[in-house]
């Protein structure tokens, strides 16, 4: 039984706990996009045939998860006799502890694996998401911009609400200075 455990907290559990961890973590796009096909290279490593090693880690998880509940349980349910020495019920105690922790190790573990897996469908979704938006904004900037008229400058109108949904357009340049203070063209040649 030691082995098993050492197999599960030793292999099982820090790959998906690293991997959750860093698919969380705000990055730039590019090493976002990386470390998607790192894990997806990861999760759907094939083992033997179409035997995958996320159906592996959760078919083992959720194997020590089932065992370590029933032992857990048992252990709970049987009574402590009264008629044990200090010696004798720290034993016990301690045998029931390692039972409730490999209880939670197991839960830990499986629960990271079907975690991992879900979270980077989404992270995918997130993406193919991200960047079909980016390409409807500019497809949308190239279409505006080609049939433009002179008032706008080529540009979306710009949202006097600016609240949600609205389309914000780049500020213009602000006007020269000379031409602030001498006046327009017109105003010259009527002087």
Not at 71 to 87: A, K, V
Not at 110 to 116: A, E, Q, T, V
Not at 154 to 167: F, I, L, T, Y
Request: proline share 7%; hydrophobic share 50%.
């Amino acid at each position: 039984m030691a082995s098993s455990w050492k197999v599960v907290v030793n292999w099982l559990l820090p790959p998906p706990l690293i991997l959750t961890i860093l698919l969380m973590l705000p990055m730039p796009q590019v090493v976002k996009k990386g470390l998607l096909a790192f894990t997806r290279q990861f999760l759907f490593m094939k083992l033997a045939g179409q035997v995958l090693l996320v159906h592996v880690a959760l078919v083992i998880t959720g194997a020590a998860f089932a065992a370590s509940s029933m032992h857990t349980y048992h252990i709970s349910q049987t009574p402590l006799p009264d008629t044990l020495t200090p010696n004798q019920r720290t034993a016990l105690l301690a045998k029931r502890w390692r039972e409730e922790r490999n209880f939670w190790i197991a839960t830990l573990t499986f629960l990271l694996w079907g975690m991992l897996y879900r979270f980077y469908a989404l992270a995918i979704d997130h993406v193919a998401l991200r960047d079909r938006v980016r390409q409807l904004e500019l497809a949308a900037v190239g279409a505006t911009r080609g049939s433009g008229s002179v008032a706008t400058g080529g540009r979306a109108p710009v949202s006097s609400m600016g609240g949600k949904g609205s389309v914000i357009a780049e500020p213009s340049a602000p006007p020269a200075p000379a031409d602030l203070l001498s006046g327009s063209k017109e105003d010259k040649k009527g002087k």
